[in-house]
């Protein structure tokens, strides 16, 4: 019988930018043929949690100067911009300095344009299907199953599920209300109409002070909501702004290389020190580029020590707020609208159709409050992971992936393939932010972008090695 040579099949499963990203740095390398399908419910691929919000207050956090699917392109998300004339309709995208922040729906089409021609010419395939299980057959090859009960084969398979619902706090998750009543509680703000309960007037707690706070501040607002709102956090930070100026990053924290967070966090502030005339952003744009060779030096137990430390205090100046939102929360905060304050809920019952809370600062402050409407805005629980997407939950299960040692998402090795223990799995790949707990910054998307054109030469060159098939027509029978 004639050997026929086996063309791969790559199942990427997630197609929000992680997903999306690989699926056409893979696509563009033709020099070995492979078949690649996303799954990925949402009609397009590529706007993800991130970038399908169809809220234009919802803006994209950098300039879209610095935003490209392609590391070679950087200013690839602009030129697509000015081309197509996406902003027409949005002045208020421009900044004075020549900046732009547009909506983030915008930077979900310019993806879905650019995969336009890969999926057309059908080097990549849009599953609109979400995977409910995933197994390894006898002979090593993948099996997935789908929501609508299909079974499809694959050769290699890549979690590139990047961002899982909200978990909210453990003191919210056993109130049960009726929707449409006061009080409201609204644990995932992404949802269509999540907000539309909350009333102009309504006292609102916010539990989470980063991005997300803000993004749900403005949406409430552009909403016409004027009633007082209160955002609590235990640090009661909230995510800063980028500099009045365009600076160029300065420092160096990879070389030598910092073993122990206190080495590492004297180098920081000595740098700050050094360079007075500058604004902090150049100093930690400089750490974001050396992100992952700081990471990579740091043992574990330093790895989650700076976790447990300093992660709020990078995360609010690391993930900067648009000017435009900044320009809102500010107002409210002129207007005596919104307080921002370090606090942890405590208690919560509900009263009259109204929340009455306690909320603890350290150890002697507490404060007692009474809200119409709580918002949690705690981010994706990653951690949660294994627990919370059935898929993973299964090949976790069968030993197959295991969550990282940070708990930042699933262990990984240095290719980005799954592991347990010491032992990795071939054909098994994690993309995206599951993956920072090896590689660290992978939460903003010119890593994210990086990461996906290195996994991609990768898993390029494994598809590449794959073996022969003896009955091609059995195969053609099966996919």
Same mark, same amino acid.
């Given at each position: ?267 920081? @502030?000595?740098? /700050?020190?050094? %360079?007075?005339?500058?604004? &902090?952003?150049?100093?930690?744009? !400089? +750490?974001?580029? =050396? *992100? ?10 330093? @790895?989650?020590? /700076?976790?447990? %430390?300093?992660?709020?205090? &990078?995360?609010?100046?690391?993930? !900067? +707020?648009?000017? =435009? *939102? ?27 159709? !109204? ?125």
């Amino acid at each position: 019988m004639p050997v026929s040579p086996h063309i791969p099949h790559i199942a990427i499963i997630g197609g929000g930018f992680s997903g999306a990203a690989l699926a056409w740095h893979l696509a563009r390398d033709t020099s070995t043929p492979k078949r690649i399908t996303v799954f990925e419910p949402r009609p397009f691929l590529g706007a993800g949690l991130a970038y399908g919000t169809t809220d234009p207050q919802h803006r994209v956090n950098v300039p879209a100067s610095r935003m490209s699917i392609d590391t070679s392109q950087p200013d690839d998300f602009a030129h697509w911009i000015r081309q197509t004339d996406a902003l027409a309709d949005d002045p208020a995208a421009f900044r004075q300095d020549g900046s732009i922040f547009p909506a983030r729906a915008v930077f979900g089409r310019y993806v879905a344009d650019r995969l336009a021609p890969v999926l057309h010419s059908g080097a990549v395939t849009h599953l609109r299907r979400k995977v409910t299980g995933v197994h390894k057959s006898p002979d090593g090859n993948w099996i997935i199953t789908s929501s609508t009960g299909d079974i499809i084969p694959a050769d290699i398979v890549v979690i590139a599920t990047s961002h899982p619902a909200p978990r909210p706090p453990e003191l919210l998750r056993d109130l049960h209300l009726h929707s449409g009543h006061h009080p409201v509680l609204v644990t995932n703000p992404w949802q269509a109409g999540a907000l539309e309960d909350i009333a102009t007037p309504d006292s609102v707690l916010i539990v989470g002070t980063g991005l997300s706070m803000a993004d749900v501040v403005i949406a409430l607002t552009a909403r016409g909501h004027d009633g007082k709102i209160t955002a609590i956090s235990r640090r009661g930070q909230r995510s800063h702004g980028h500099a009045v100026q365009a600076v160029d990053p300065v420092g160096q924290f990879a070389s030598p290389p910092s073993r122990t967070v206190g080495h590492l966090l004297h180098r920081i @502030r000595h740098a /700050l020190a050094a %360079h007075p005339d500058l604004p &902090w952003q150049a100093v930690f744009d !400089r +750490i974001r580029e =050396q *992100a992952p060779d700081i990471w990579a030096a740091l043992p574990v137990p330093e @790895r989650r020590r /700076l976790i447990r %430390h300093l992660r709020p205090f &990078w995360d609010t100046h690391r993930f !900067r +707020i648009a000017p =435009q *939102a900044e320009d809102v929360l500010h107002a409210r905060e002129r207007a005596g609208t919104l307080d921002i304050m370090a606090g942890r809920l405590t208690a919560v019952r509900v009263v009259r159709g !109204r929340f009455v809370t306690t909320i603890r600062h350290g150890a002697a402050t507490v404060w007692d409050g009474t809200y119409d409407a709580i918002i949690t805005t705690t981010g994706p629980a990653h951690g949660a992971i294994i627990h919370t997407m059935p898929y993973i939950r299964e090949l976790a299960a069968a030993g197959l992936v295991e969550m990282d040692a940070t708990g930042l998402g699933l262990h990984v090795d240095a290719l980005g393939r799954a592991c347990t223990g010491s032992r990795h799995e071939d054909t098994l790949f994690v993309a995206g932010p599951l993956a920072r707990g090896r590689f660290g910054e992978l939460m903003g998307l010119p890593e994210v972008t990086r990461h996906a054109e290195k996994l991609a030469v990768i898993i390029g060159a494994l598809a590449a090695s794959l073996p022969f098939v003896l009955h091609p027509e059995k195969e053609r029978a099966t996919t």
